[in-house]
């Protein structure tokens, strides 16, 4: 492409303010950008706490979102670079596919839930059941995390700088949960593991990319005890 | 679902504000409740007064029972406000059950009015004026019925003593049992419903000369279920979630006020929010707030 071609079609961020504008034309807009589209820069205003911003987004796009979110912000993320200037409520990047969702305060409960990849960075606090039945996201959280967090969790990576609530990796399947802090307990079939050179080198990684001051010496890893993944007739009692 | 608001002011200065910032916070939470609404507001008292919030069907001539009872009344739709002398309360109550069993007393204190409403929450209160008054705390409730049916007396808040409230979001699964304890240690229930259960196990706390924070404590060891409470008393505000955390919350504080909404959403148009501390309360964690006398 000539650089004259270039200029022409270089796109200036989009604004978006959603005390102009319902949230509603904001999602028609994200969801009708192709993947080719030169509107790769997008600012939301004024979110004011709405529900589902920039959700189902398929395309490689930067949207800043400036304030705080409430439910399910940035949730299926498939490609876009979602960052939040604020805190966010319940479920962000929920179910998240791929992509980078980064949240610059606090989360509420079930952040990651259930996500099946991308990276979610929480520069503050998680709530309850952060990363509760994951299946290969990446999320790495700076301050802690509450209850139940990684419950289920299938597969993927959770990283802690801070410390856990009770019943950290609840019914754990094969996620790796990193935590530099104390958890206040670990719930059923999770246990500390030995880290090998293979965990490190992803704890090193995950750090690197999210931007976390800490030494990968200073966690630990838990993982799952597998004694609940068949039925054993002495648990018989507890079902 | 159901909906929750809390404004507790440690600026005095923004008291006459208090009844608008309840009432925008009580509107955003409507999609969490459009059931029925209510609110408890601490106004200001009057030595040796006190204050009943009384409920009537329309039509009922308040003005006539006040005429009749010798006492200043402030009408608020179908609720009305009479304020007699603290050593006429049991005459006056006596008076009220024998004479007219139409007339619900919906609340009693020094400073505490409390009215509530079936409607979308904007009109229950726009019908008594919430957005005109003041005090120094309000607690505001949005209600999508799941234990009881939509009816007045089911809407929140609950009040079952002097000045105490309490508005629910959640649903107990003990009340019936905590409730025929209660009955056998002499308080009464008007309704089935599961949080005038905890109200009343609160207010026997209280009676029973235990603190707020004491008496949320030890709520945690009795009601099973799952809840966050915002409570009221005639100095303070009280915040309790459920150990497990079903139900949201979020608060605000500042050097002006504490608020406490179930979304950020319904904090989002007060005073110098954008630098407020906010949080989410911890699970079995009791907050309390407390203003000076």
């Known amino acids: 492409m000539s650089s004259a071609l270039k200029e022409m079609t270089r796109s200036e961020p989009v604004t978006f303010d959603l005390t102009a504008e319902p949230l509603r034309n904001l999602s ?21 706490g709405q529900h589902a911003l920039a959700v189902g987004v398929t395309v490689p796009v930067t949207i800043q979102i400036d304030g705080h979110v409430g439910y399910y912000c940035a949730g299926m993320n498939d490609g876009a670079v979602i960052t939040i200037e604020g805190n966010a409520g319940p479920g962000v990047a929920e179910n998240m596919m791929s992509g980078i969702v980064h949240v610059k305060g606090d989360a509420s409960q079930a952040a990651g839930a259930t996500a099946h990849g991308g990276l979610l960075i929480i520069d503050g606090n998680a709530s309850a059941r952060c990363g509760i039945s ?40 094969e996620a790796r949960i990193f935590c530099a802090g104390t958890p206040a307990s670990l719930g059923a079939d999770c246990e500390e593991k030995p880290m090998t050179p293979n965990d490190k080198v992803i704890l090193v990684d995950l750090l690197q990319r999210a931007g976390a001051q800490a030494e990968a010496d200073d966690f630990k890893l838990y993982g799952s005890a597998r004694t609940l993944y068949h039925f054993h007739v002495d648990n018989a009692g507890a079902y | 679902m159901c909906g929750i608001a809390g404004l507790f002011l440690k600026n005095r200065a923004l008291e006459p504000e208090l009844g608008a910032m309840t009432a925008a916070m009580l509107e955003v939470l409507t999609d969490r409740g459009p059931d029925s609404a209510g609110f408890a507001i601490y106004g200001e008292g009057t030595a040796g007064f006190m204050k009943f919030t009384l409920r009537a069907p329309v039509g009922f001539d308040f003005p006539a029972l006040a005429h009749e009872l010798q006492v200043a009344v402030t009408l608020r739709d179908d609720h009305a406000v009479i304020q007699i002398p603290v050593a006429r309360e049991a005459e006056v109550r006596r008076h009220l059950t024998a004479s007219y069993p139409m007339v619900a007393v919906v609340a009693s204190g020094t400073r505490m009015e409390l009215f509530k409403g079936v409607g979308l929450p904007a009109l229950v209160s726009k019908r008594f004026g919430l957005a005109g008054m003041s005090g120094s705390h309000a607690i505001a409730h949005t209600r999508m019925a ?83 409470f915002v409570v009221g008393t005639e100095s303070g505000f009280g915040v309790l979630r459920d150990p497990v955390a079903c139900k949201p919350a979020v608060m605000a504080e500042t050097d002006d006020y504490v608020a406490f909404g179930s979304e950020y959403r319904a904090l989002v148009d007060l005073p110098g929010i954008s630098k407020a501390k906010l949080f989410e309360p911890e699970p079995a964690k009791v907050y309390f707030w407390e203003r000076a006398a």
Not at chain 1, 28 to 48: C, E, F, G, K
Request: with cysteine.
């Open chain 1, 28 to 48: 028609i807009a994200l969801h009708a950008l192709i993947p080719q589209t030169n509107q790769t820069s997008w600012q939301i205003l004024n979110p004011r």
């Open chain 1, 134 to 173: 994951m299946k290969g996201i990446d999320i790495v959280v700076k301050g802690s995390v509450g209850h139940m967090s990684a419950f289920m969790a299938q597969s993927g990576n959770l990283v802690i700088l801070g410390d856990t609530g009770e019943a950290l990796g609840d019914s754990l399947y």
């Open chain 2, 146 to 228: 799941t234990e009881s049916a939509v009816t007045t007396q089911g809407a929140h808040p609950f009040s079952t003593g002097p000045d105490q409230c309490l508005v629910h979001n959640g649903s107990l699964s003990n009340h019936n049992d905590i409730r025929r304890t209660l009955i056998r240690e002499n308080m009464s229930f008007e309704t089935q419903n599961d949080t005038e259960v905890a109200a009343g196990f609160l207010s026997w706390k209280l009676r029973e000369g235990v603190k707020l924070d004491a008496a949320l404590t030890a709520a945690l060891d009795t009601l099973d279920g799952f809840y966050t």
